[in-house]
């Protein structure tokens, strides 16, 4: 079975939304681990609360267009996450397949549109970066072949040189249960 990587956020009731999604996958998954959370301030839209964001590595047989419909589709339904015009605006829940074993492609999130793999903002943002680090220091991307703690470093880095100031923050206050990362 591959392994798989989902980057969790939340901004709206995120004290509740993100372990909710967590044990979620739980109940419908082999989860091997939870990395810790962060606080990260928001992208694009900027007001609005900040996010805590997490990414949980898990074993699965399904494929990805059945882990994005049967699993992620429930989790985001049931959290009831509202997809808005901006793909920035609040929401109580966001689930996204980061990485896929080695697998680079596409798949059909079951909206119409097919979704890349792995997923792009993986290369983007530290808020998917970071924590997905935790979860696999020395795997590597699927793509550019980068070690994903290099990745992480290096966004965090460029963030922080471009804005003056981290762009997240490890919250050791808070906890998705007994299986965290390193």
Do not use: C
Request: aromatic share 4%.
């Amino acid at each position: 079975m591959p392994h798989v990587v989902i980057a969790l956020g939340s901004n709206i009731d995120k004290e509740r939304n993100l372990p909710q999604a967590v044990a979620m996958l739980r109940e419908m998954g082999q989860v091997i681990a939870v990395a810790p959370v962060y606080e990260s301030a928001p992208v694009g839209l900027l007001a609005q609360p900040n996010f805590w964001n997490t990414a949980v590595h898990l074993y699965t047989s399904l494929t990805p267009t059945q882990l994005k419909q049967t699993v992620i589709g429930v989790i985001e339904t049931k959290l009831k996450r509202v997809r808005q015009a901006d793909p920035n605006a609040p929401r109580t829940i966001d689930a996204d397949i980061i990485l896929y074993g080695d697998f680079v492609g596409e798949y059909d999130g079951g909206d119409g549109r097919s979704r890349p793999l792995p997923d792009p903002d993986l290369l983007k943002f530290p808020h998917v970066a970071v924590p997905v680090a935790d979860l696999l220091p020395d795997g590597r991307h699927p793509i550019t072949g980068e070690r994903l703690a290099d990745l992480a470093a290096r966004l965090m880095g460029e963030a922080e040189e471009k804005t003056g100031v981290r762009p997240l923050w490890k919250r050791d206050d808070i906890t998705m249960g007994d299986n965290h990362a390193a």
